[in-house]
């Protein structure tokens, strides 16, 4: 079993803490992890692409093919629509609904929507309503994370223990919030 | 012994530690940096005898880690592709050298300049050099490597360059660690003339040096870093692999039948034999290269050939960018996947931009303002965050060229006529080597104004420590001669906009070289201490 998955978003929306948590869950597991990121220049508010792969056999590539991506996972709509090409045909895509605008010609949203809803199955998430249901609108990644959970080939209970895992040392508050934001995010 | 998971970048720095590292010093530079990040971490919380230190540019943390090789420890410099251009000169003088403690420069490339301004080749250097070159393919090898480099440093009494890419550097996996080596103790090397480049030592050190090509011939045809497999069944076509390609290769190699012959190079100088071994396996060779067509031009020389090589030279390969898995597949014959069905839509462009509140964005719009007064303003700009400029709704920026450009190339506009000239850089970039620039136009006595476009931290990098606080950069401007009078400081922020106009206005019609510091700190130093309280 091989898992593509090519997260993407906007720089500084915390794509990489993400990656951070489905790539714990799934060393939980025992599968191997490849996790291409991106640091430095483009990290300045521009788009950013990172691909991890998970997989229970050895893994040579930190990069996929274009059709390759079982799974695009965007923190905002236009970002989910730019590296498409990486999405396989009957492949997920998860994205939260919210637009991050910093450039004068981002598109019509419900143009957008529609785009997004042309692929099969697409999930649009309501991230930010999410986030504070669950105690802070910090936790948007987290509500990201619970969606894409329902498909990821790595269990409920194994994210929970990702998230305690990659949270206790910011204290228990965060981490409850953290659960909460993940559950309702598996539950939307 | 421990599993870790680590960027590539992290993975050479472990290695380092586990090698029995001492000191190792660098330039922040994407894809490079993490690798002393890593090891000052390191410091922190596990051994704080280990030295990890930025300095103010990537010849001058060559040259100290030369000197700690003659000392008889350990050394490991850093620095991006580019940087090695400026470490070049110290690079290039210590392979005559006689190398003591293991020494080991790990450079990162760019290819696909995800942040740089080319893709140049670092194996070029090492070959100019005449040493060795390690290029790792995964995070297991970069740690490996490392610890090897160090290894064959000391045997060979060479430095050894360790060439990664970004998407190695920057990549995650899991690595297994070895058993650690104790460090070196000092222990100076006495023989003077190992370490002293007079022409009558050089060339005798020269001539030694090319005495080793069989020593290191050897080493190549029989490393584990070079493997061979050879398919008899496969007369039609043979492969050649370096870097990251070796990676996408086997993974479309799965799908190909009667696989070919495989070469993979990640030792340098190149495994000669094993080269005709493939060669005589196949009618035709393909090479997939991360990096310049380096393997390829040494396989095709000029004269004809009984074997038929593909690669960047005759275009099979695209020479722009970084090997991708699709580029692999395509050069092997193999179809495209199967991909989602999305209704067209025109994508718009999102470039990285100054981040919301950056300081940089109030002192260029101060700065277009003064320009906008003139018919011919000049703009020179350097490497950092203020490149950004360029884009609207800046576009306030003329050139960027290289570290330290700013500075000399406003100098060398104003010599040429232009009337204002005007030079901005950033702290660290100014540190780095903007000083000389300064000092040559002091002594030319030119019409320059230089912004110092002071955030107090190396940004784009992601946070480095400069090397000298902002209080300091004051006092080196005055110190180089620049009249103290025309030593300026403001504070880029919108409601000191006309004041800050009107300093710019005043000092770039000032005969004489004038320095405007823009000091407050980047947003996200600002950030980073409210997070903390």
């Known amino acids: 079993m091989t898992y593509n998955i090519v997260l993407c978003g906007v720089g500084g929306q915390g794509v990489l803490s993400v990656a951070a948590i489905i790539a714990r869950g799934a060393m939980m597991e025992g599968l191997q992890v490849k996790q291409a990121e991106v640091h430095g220049m483009s990290q300045r508010g521009g788009a950013v692409i990172a691909t991890m792969r998970i997989s229970s056999e050895e893994i040579f590539s930190d990069l996929i093919s274009e059709g390759q991506a079982d799974m695009i996972l965007s923190m905002e709509p236009l970002e989910s629509i730019r590296h498409i090409a990486y999405l396989k045909k009957g492949g997920q895509l998860v994205t939260g609904k919210d637009p991050f605008i910093n450039i004068p010609d981002y598109p019509d949203r419900e143009e957008l929507y529609s785009v997004i809803n042309s692929i099969e199955g697409s999930m649009l998430i309501d991230t930010k309503n999410l986030a504070v249901e669950a105690g802070s609108q910090r936790a948007q990644n987290m509500v990201l994370v619970g969606s894409a959970s329902k498909v990821l080939p790595i269990k409920e209970d194994t994210f929970l223990g990702a998230i305690e895992n990659v949270f206790t040392r910011k204290g228990e508050d965060i981490v409850t919030i953290n659960k909460k934001a993940f559950v309702l995010g598996r539950n939307s | ?533």
């Open chain 2, 1 to 533: 012994m421990s599993e870790l998971v680590l960027l590539g970048d992290e993975a050479v720095a472990q290695g380092a530690i586990d090698a029995g590292l001492s000191i190792a010093y660098g330039y922040p530079g994407t894809p490079s940096t993490e690798i002393v990040e890593y090891l000052q971490d390191w410091k922190r919380k596990e051994d704080n005898s280990l030295i990890a230190s930025w300095c103010s540019n990537e010849k001058t943390a060559y040259e100290a880690a030369v000197a700690v090789s003659m000392m008889g420890k350990r050394a490991l410099v850093t620095m991006k592709h580019v940087g090695l251009n400026v470490a070049a000169d110290a690079f290039m003088n210590s392979i005559g050298y006689t190398i003591h403690g293991g020494l080991v420069l790990a450079v990162a490339d760019d290819p696909g300049m995800h942040s740089s301004q080319n893709e140049q080749d670092s194996r070029y250097y090492a070959d100019f050099a005449r040493t060795i070159c390690l290029e790792p393919r995964n995070q297991q090898e970069a740690y490996e490597m490392t610890r090897d480099a160090f290894e064959l440093s000391e045997k060979l009494h060479l430095p050894v360059l360790l060439k990664l890419t970004t998407r190695i550097s920057h990549s995650r996996a899991v690595i297994k660690r070895g058993d650690v080596r104790p460090k070196n103790e000092f222990n100076p090397s006495k023989d003077r003339s190992h370490w002293t480049n007079l022409p009558f030592l050089s060339r005798q050190n020269y001539e030694d040096l090319w005495q080793q090509r069989p020593v290191l011939a050897e080493i190549s045809e029989s490393s584990d870093y070079n493997p061979l497999s050879i398919n008899d069944r496969n007369k039609e076509v043979a492969v050649i692999t370096t870097g990251l390609a070796y990676n996408y290769y086997k993974e479309a190699e799965k799908e190909l039948e009667n696989k070919p012959s495989h070469l993979h190079i990640s030792f340098y100088p190149m495994p000669e034999d094993k080269i005709r071994k493939l060669a005589g396996s196949a009618a035709r060779i393909i090479v997939i290269e991360e990096g310049y067509p380096f393997v390829e031009r040494f396989l095709k020389g000029i004269l004809p050939q009984a074997v038929q090589v593909d690669g960047k030279l005759n275009d099979v390969i695209p020479h722009l960018g970084e090997i991708t898995p699709d580029i692999c597949r395509k050069a092997m014959g193999l179809a495209s996947f199967e991909k989602a069905e999305v209704k067209a839509f025109d994508m718009p462009g999102r470039p990285p931009q100054l981040c919301k509140g950056c300081p940089h964005t109030d002192s260029y719009k101060a700065l277009n303002e003064v320009m906008a007064e003139y018919e011919n303003p000049v703009v020179t700009s350097d490497i950092g965050c203020y490149t950004l400029g360029y884009f609207a709704p800046h576009n306030a920026i003329h050139s960027c060229l290289d570290m330290g450009a700013a500075v000399t190339m406003a100098r060398g506009a104003a010599e040429a006529g232009a009337h204002p000239a005007v030079g901005v850089i950033g702290d660290s970039t100014f540190m780095h080597t903007g000083i000389q620039g300064l000092v040559d136009m002091l002594s030319a006595g030119n019409r320059v104004t230089l912004m110092i476009l002071d955030n107090s931290i190396t940004a784009m990098t992601g946070m480095q420590r400069t090397i000298v606080e902002s209080s300091g950069i004051p006092e080196i401007v005055k110190g180089c001669g620049v009249d103290p009078a025309h030593v300026r400081t403001i504070v880029p922020l919108p409601k000191y906009h006309e004041e800050n106009v009107k300093v710019i206005r005043e000092e770039v019609e000032y005969d004489g070289v004038s320095v405007i510091i823009a000091q407050r700190a980047c947003i996200h130093v600002v950030k980073a201490k409210y997070a903390k309280g």
